[in-house]
């Protein structure tokens, strides 16, 4: 896998945009061993990071991060050098935290510049009402990003809130798979009161309604969803629009019932997910490794299952129909 060493400007398109680069994916998918489908841009281009710095500070902690805010082309040196493509993104929680978001601008064009390896998410504020819909419909359209992220507990809603129905019709005519944060949650967590942040927000069954009433919108639900693993894993197996990504913990820790479940009706609807910076991909794998899966499952979490839900044809381009949600 040869580096991409070209400016945003030459590695994406800017024509027809107002100056803003568009993102073009050149994965090979045949090129590389893994699809990372859960990566954090932390820092944008001005040194402005994603969360209020205690916010920051406590998750570091909490996860023993050791690089807690690479820039773009370094994550893209570091997935390139492991011969893995991943998925980049930020949060807009800017309404809930009181702080401005990085730049998604800024990531779509970083993620040009090694488009090779890395792959844009977007994300709105949901709280931002008919500008949230607005702003989805730019990313997607404009900046080309290839999917969107949310998290309902420090972006502050409830995704089965009747206000938030336009976004998810807007999100699934749009047709590009979505990421929740689901379960437990390293952001606040031993901060007084955990910072504001309610975990009910991430609750599994709350994306259940979201799913069945728009079952063209591809939903991933993030992490294994302690306490709530039992309700991730039959939403997961009744609703084709829903799949899992195991990021958030190494894999040793991971519920019994989601190792036993991803080894047979789950085996196509699970990712693989680091949530880097927080926890690399070395260390994922490695325990990843020791679990009790099925050699054909294996490529399946690590890489197929990422490919058909991207719609990743054998240079990165999007495939008519590849999505099987």
Not at 109 to 125: E, Q
């Amino acid at each position: 896998m040869s580096a991409n060493t070209g400016s945003a400007g030459s590695s994406g398109s800017t024509e027809g945009t107002g100056g803003a680069v568009r993102y073009e994916c050149r994965v090979d998918v045949e090129a590389v061993t893994a699809i990372d489908m859960h990566v954090h841009l932390e820092v944008d281009d001005c040194g402005h990071v994603s969360m209020p710095e205690d916010v920051m500070e406590a998750s570091s902690k909490y996860f023993k991060a050791e690089e807690r805010t690479p820039s773009i082309d370094r994550i893209g040196e570091i997935y390139r050098e492991q011969k893995m493509a991943a998925v980049v993104f930020t949060v807009d929680a800017s309404t809930q935290m009181n702080h401005a978001p990085n730049s998604i601008d800024d990531l779509v064009a970083g993620c040009a510049r090694n488009n090779d390896v890395l792959i844009p998410f977007g994300s709105v504020d949901p709280r931002k009402g008919p500008a949230a819909l607005i702003e989805a419909r730019r990313q997607a359209d404009v900046l080309g990003v290839r999917g969107f992220k949310f998290h309902p507990s420090v972006q502050g809603f409830d995704p089965s809130d009747e206000q938030f129905r336009p976004l998810w019709a807007e999100l699934e005519q749009i047709g590009l798979p979505c990421i929740f944060h689901t379960g437990q949650n390293g952001m606040g967590a031993g901060l007084p009161g955990g910072r504001g942040i309610k975990l009910k927000y991430s609750n599994p069954l709350l994306l259940d309604e979201v799913a069945a009433d728009h079952p063209n919108l591809p939903i991933i639900m993030a992490h294994p969803s302690v306490p709530w693993q039992d309700e991730a894993n039959s939403i997961a197996t009744h609703k084709a629009n829903v799949y899992i990504d195991l990021s958030g913990w190494s894999p040793k820790y991971f519920p019994e019932s989601l190792v036993r479940q991803s080894n047979n009706v789950l085996s196509r609807k699970v990712l693989f997910g680091t949530d880097f910076p927080l926890i690399t991909a070395e260390k994922w794998m490695r325990a990843f490794a020791d679990l009790p899966l099925k050699d054909e499952v294996r490529p399946l979490i690590l890489k197929d299952n990422a490919v058909r839900l991207l719609g990743l044809g054998s240079t990165g381009r999007s495939t008519s129909g590849a999505r099987d949600a």
